[in-house]
């Protein structure tokens, strides 16, 4: 009987080492569950506060999301003489996408901006139209001015046109580039035009700035196709 006795003994001793075994097991497993909910939680105010910070961020530089720009080709099918063919007609409208105020190149060269728009048709206004101003800058600085054609509706004659309201101590030198703005109808770095005379502006406090005057690209060769910018939600209208 005493060794039975002992038996029964040594066998409940083990498995009370093994309950508590099971027991520490089970306690650390849940220890390094607990640590990973911490740890995931930490994760999670993280992600918080950066999308916080980054929503802050888009305020304060007044940042706005890019819709994507989808190009539509056209042709020239008429020129308006009344305008020194300052102003075209392009055999695409509306059903395409086609709204008012977008932008319009003759490969790669900035054209001009639409302004008329029926279903099938749209009349483009050109960059040497004395009314199609357009937000550009010489290449290679921060200046920024106004592009404006001339009032001369003399087709004999290659348009020239001018950059105005450029600062006064902005780096103009002839020959060099003029392409759109950060804040221009079409997208920055679209090459405008070629500085025929920087002109340093008139003399004394006249005025705080300065014009130019620049040969468009656009018109260097003839072109008969031209491409309209347009933005992704106006074709789904």
Known sequence: ??????????????????MLQSKVELIQEITRLEHERVEDAVRLARLDELQRLNSELKKQ???????PVEMVHARVIVRDAATGGRRLQINRGAAYGIAIGQPVLAGRFLLGRVVEVSHHLAYVQTVADANCHVSVRPVGTRCSGILAGTPDLSSEVRPV??????????????????????HSIA??????????DPADGPQGNERPDRTCTIRPYVYDQPFTHVTVLVQRDAREL
Not at 61 to 67: D, E, G
Request: net charge neutral; glycine share 8%.
């Open 187 to 196: 997208p920055p770095g679209i090459k405008v035009g070629v500085v025929l």
């Open 61 to 67: 530089l007044h940042l706005t999301i890019q819709l």
């Open 1 to 18: 009987p005493a060794i039975t006795t002992g038996d029964r003994v040594e066998s409940e001793v083990s498995d009370r080492v093994r």
């Open 161 to 182: 046109i001018q950059v105005r309201h450029l600062q006064m101590d902005c780096d103009i030198r002839k020959g060099q580039i003029i392409g759109t703005s950060d």
